[in-house]
């Protein structure tokens, strides 16, 4: 059972463009929203995490946006370049239920220069 | 300070066969949780060793079982291998209750 979806499954932008990824989770019990980032041949790593008493959070030049009242969050790729190309993870964990993530599907951002 | 290690980085098996693969925690963390990446999708968790003890369970079957030594590092089993398996294994350590740092996983062909 797919708790967390994520679209769209592919995107191309042009260099200073701006990437948007969206997820949407069915569990409320969900308290923790990280988004993770996975160069080929390489494990995710953590780019930037919410929670959800909180409805933006910037680091840099990317940006969640959190809609709690309908299930939503967003990713905000701010001026991308192409170094950002690579796959994009949403992920939702209950915070007092050890650390399992639920993955969405991915997303594969080309930024072309 | 290595981050995660995993080992093998790819291996090739055959449907019947058993297979272990190995993970050496981040410095400083002491629980170990393993996914399963299946080609052009999301990480799906399998489980999660805290204490050397089993302590969270995905929807895996039994063929798949793990372990986690006193000095953290953790081993991932799968006996009889179906082609299905075949994926990118990937261990990620934490210091309870924090966040993973991932390894670069272990690529596994089933044929």
């Known amino acids: 059972q797919q708790q967390v979806k994520q679209s769209p499954q592919s995107l191309i932008v042009q260099k200073g463009g701006i990437p948007i990824i969206n997820c949407a989770y069915e569990?409320?019990?969900?308290?923790?929203f990280p988004w993770y980032q996975q160069f080929p041949g390489k494990g995710p790593a953590l780019l930037i995490a919410i929670r959800p008493d909180v409805s933006e959070k910037k680091e840099g030049r990317f940006t969640i946006s959190f809609n709690k009242s309908a299930k939503q969050f967003s990713l905000h790729i701010m001026d991308s370049q192409p170094g950002d190309s690579a796959t994009y993870f949403c992920?939702?964990?209950?915070?007092?239920?050890?650390?399992?993530?639920?993955f969405g599907g991915g997303t594969r951002l080309m930024v072309k220069p | 300070d290595a981050g995660v290690t995993q080992s093998p980085t790819h291996l090739i098996k055959t449907r019947g066969q058993q297979v272990t693969l190995r993970c050496s925690p981040k410095s400083g963390h002491d629980t170990v949780s393993w996914y399963q990446q299946a080609l052009g999708q999301g990480p799906q968790f399998i489980f999660q060793y805290y204490e050397e003890e089993e302590r969270q369970r995905g929807n895996f079957p039994d063929r798949f079982s793990g372990h986690q030594f006193p000095n953290y590092s953790s081993e991932l089993n799968v006996n009889a291998l179906l082609l299905g398996d075949s994926a990118l294994y990937l261990c990620?350590?934490?210091?309870?209750?924090?966040?993973?740092?991932f390894g670069s996983g272990t690529r596994l062909t089933v044929v």
């Open positions: 990620a350590s934490s210091f309870d209750p924090g966040g993973y740092t």
């Open positions: 569990n409320t019990a969900f308290d923790y």
């Open positions: 992920a939702a964990r209950v915070d007092n239920a050890g650390n399992m993530l639920t």
